[in-house]
């Protein structure tokens, strides 16, 4: 099957410097990634490894609508890791987490890109229980208000976790509270191996926006600079005190939930169709045409790309597991372990 | 000193923890203009305005996870259960994110969640639930249960202060039962500090909540008898105090557990066990529990009166202690 695929030519603004760095940031979560799959098959991954492949344009390009200067923060999902490097996560971080590292932001306590503060870091990770970063969010953007900072909350949920009572009870309350917050709603075909037609009956997930009151839209997630256009305008009418927006990301996962599954009940045909419209191939080809990029610039980001994922599997591999006894610490505030 | 209820002891600590600190606000079902279903938070709205008494849909996730987030900004937000029943609709985003924050993220998650709780008022199945055992097992929040209108304040100026989440969970029974003439100046209750709330010499009556009025009533039967009871408040639950509990043992070698939740799981089985496992020599009688039957509480006044523990099913208990 084939489809015309078309990529938006509209830059929205951006300068090249920040399209060249876009593309750094779509590139370095593939190839840290990439680096990922290759230390789990080291088994130097401890637990499961959940790629955001076919998925990095609209967590970079969401993230990256943000402003971290005025307090924003992004909540991301197990398969929006680009959206926390945008906000400023650290490579070997990101690798300490998943090699159960003791010196990484949780000292081994938790896993993957669950990590983060709000306040400090401008981005929270996600607990499993899907939904539940909803009211959190909600409750950012409130704080938000509260202290008079005018930020904007975004956080990711998806075809799934939009099917829990947490995020309808978040959405509401947001909305009902007009909260500066933005809800990406990413339609990635399947829920571990439920499509989104055994998830939902709507027809299409922004339609969920008409459930709660706030306003809806769906964008093509494989087109960076559509999700960058749409994601700006949603943070624009957050920060503005107009509310609430669930802005749909049409994308696909290219691998299975995890690396453990092989996906076998993806159809091959749809599969296909899907890496035709890899987001990262699309950005570039753009870029090319329009001038702000040769091949050469490409060349030099991957490479400024490979050398700092380089450098974060060596810091992170040299990294101390945890103490076991550190175990029965840091429960509670005052025994010393977090202060 | 004032004299003042022990909803009033509630309302009061909101009040003044509220001009003490600007970052404490309260969010619940009916909070504001309506002043919560018991009219714990009357007036509250008047005084401090909308922005910082906030009523939310009936979303019991939404107002914890809400508060949960906005704590994590640096705010101290009070977040209401209508009823603490209620609580169980937020279990998840209690147990899995607010109570994970500091030993997964090392995050300050200071929030309170408070809310009326236990039976006695014919509230039903769904109107009744004393939580503390639900929670206890899930570890990362506080729980704190005050049985008088000073515990009430000081604890819950306590649990607002603390940068952990606490539980407060307080019995509506109580409300406007309990008078006492409270001081006029600050003041606060120590988390997980138990109060000796009788001295005696012969027996213990572990118990808290509502139940230390049932443990009076038993200890002061018990008196004529020339039977000298110790009662002891516990009055937090997490961190509980150990100390307070092997050190009466110790003194009265024997011990009843009361409670008003179920008795299977419930709190008292906890206690019990670490009297086995720490003061088992000093025993000179099994541990003995008297708690509310391993049902969910029933509506009708004489299924109720039978479900809940009360003076006599304590003195039943206390003259098998004596007698073994």
């Given at each position: 099957m084939t489809t015309e695929i078309t990529t938006t030519t509209n830059t929205h603004g951006l300068s090249r410097d920040e399209l060249l760095e876009i593309d750094y940031y779509l590139r370095l979560t593939r190839t840290l990634e990439d680096r990922l799959v290759a230390l789990f098959r080291q088994t130097k991954v401890i637990g499961g490894l959940y790629r955001s492949l076919g998925q990095e344009g609209e967590s970079v390009a969401a993230a990256y609508a943000l402003e971290y200067d005025k307090g924003d923060v992004v909540q991301p999902l197990i398969r929006n890791m680009g959206a926390i490097l945008v906000a400023g996560a650290k490579p070997a971080d990101v690798i300490r987490q998943y090699m159960a590292k003791g010196d990484g932001p949780t000292r081994g306590r938790e896993l993957n890109i669950h990590f983060g503060h709000p306040a400090k870091d401008g981005f929270i990770g996600q607990i499993?229980?899907?939904?539940?970063m909803i009211p959190v969010m909600a409750g950012i953007a409130l704080a938000g208000r509260m202290q008079k900072k005018n930020l904007v909350a975004l956080g990711f949920i998806g075809d799934g976790g939009s099917s829990t009572g947490a995020f309808w009870e978040g959405m509401n309350f947001a909305t009902v509270q007009k909260l500066p917050l933005v809800v990406i709603i990413e339609d990635n075909g399947y829920a571990y191996s439920t499509p989104t037609s055994k998830q939902t009956a709507v027809k299409t997930l922004a339609d969920k926006a008409v459930g709660v009151g706030c306003f809806g839209e769906t964008v093509d997630g494989n087109d960076v600079l559509a999700v960058y256009d749409a994601a700006r305008r949603a943070i624009d009418r957050a920060r503005r005190g107009d509310g609430v927006t669930l802005l749909e990301v049409k994308t696909f996962?290219?691998?299975?939930?995890?690396?453990?599954?092989?996906?076998?009940?993806?159809?091959p045909e749809l599969l296909a169709e899907w890496q035709a419209k890899d987001p990262l191939p699309r950005f570039e080809r753009v870029l090319l045409e329009m001038g702000f990029a040769k091949k050469e610039d490409f060349d030099a980001i991957q490479q400024r790309v490979r050398r700092d994922v380089d450098t974060a599997t060596d810091e992170a591999e040299r990294s101390p597991m945890p103490k076991p006894e550190d175990a029965a610490r840091g429960l509670f505030k005052g025994d010393g372990y977090w202060e | 000193m004032t004299e003042t209820t022990y909803i009033d002891a509630i309302r009061l600590a909101m009040i003044e923890e509220m001009d003490r600190d600007e970052r404490v606000f309260l969010i619940g079902e009916d909070v504001g203009s309506y002043g919560g279903a018991f009219r714990t938070s009357a007036g509250i709205i008047e005084r401090f305005g909308p922005g910082r008494v906030i009523d939310t849909p009936i979303s019991e996730m939404a107002i914890v996870g809400a508060a949960s987030g906005a704590a994590l900004m640096g705010m101290r937000p009070i977040a209401e259960m209508q009823f603490i029943d209620f609580i169980t609709c937020a279990y998840d985003m209690l147990v899995n994110f607010t109570a994970t924050n500091r030993y997964l993220y090392g995050r300050d998650c200071p929030i309170v969640v408070r809310g009326p709780a236990g039976g006695g008022v014919h509230g039903g199945p769904f109107h009744s639930l004393n939580p503390e055992a639900m929670f206890m097992?899930?570890?990362?929040i506080k729980i704190v249960y005050p049985g008088t209108a000073y515990d009430a304040k000081g604890l819950l100026k306590s649990a607002i202060r603390d940068d952990d989440p606490v539980l407060y969970i307080e019995h509506k029974f109580l409300y406007r039962r309990i008078k006492e003439d409270l001081p006029d100046e600050d003041f606060t209750v120590p988390i997980g500090k138990a109060k000796i709330r009788r001295k005696g010499k012969d027996l213990t009556i572990i118990t808290w909540g509502a139940m230390i009025y049932v443990a009076d009533e038993a200890a002061d039967e018990l008196a004529k008898d020339g039977v000298s009871v110790e009662v002891i408040d516990m009055r937090s639950i997490i961190p509980f105090d150990e100390e307070a509990i092997l050190e009466s043992v110790g003194k009265t070698n024997r011990v009843i557990i009361l409670h008003?939740?179920?008795?299977?799981?419930?709190a008292g089985a906890e206690f019990a066990a670490r009297i086995a496992d720490k003061a088992f020599e000093y025993l000179d009688a099994p541990v003995k529990r008297v708690a509310?039957?391993?049902?969910?509480?029933?509506?009708?006044p004489p299924l109720e009166a039978y479900y809940l523990p009360n003076k006599d099913k304590v003195l039943a208990a206390a003259r098998e202690l004596l007698a073994y």
């Open positions: 499993s229980m899907l939904g539940d996962r290219l691998k299975g939930h995890a690396e453990h599954d092989n996906a076998a009940y993806v159809p | 097992n899930r570890p990362g008003e939740a179920p008795l299977t799981g419930g509310s039957l391993d049902v969910p509480t029933p509506y009708s």
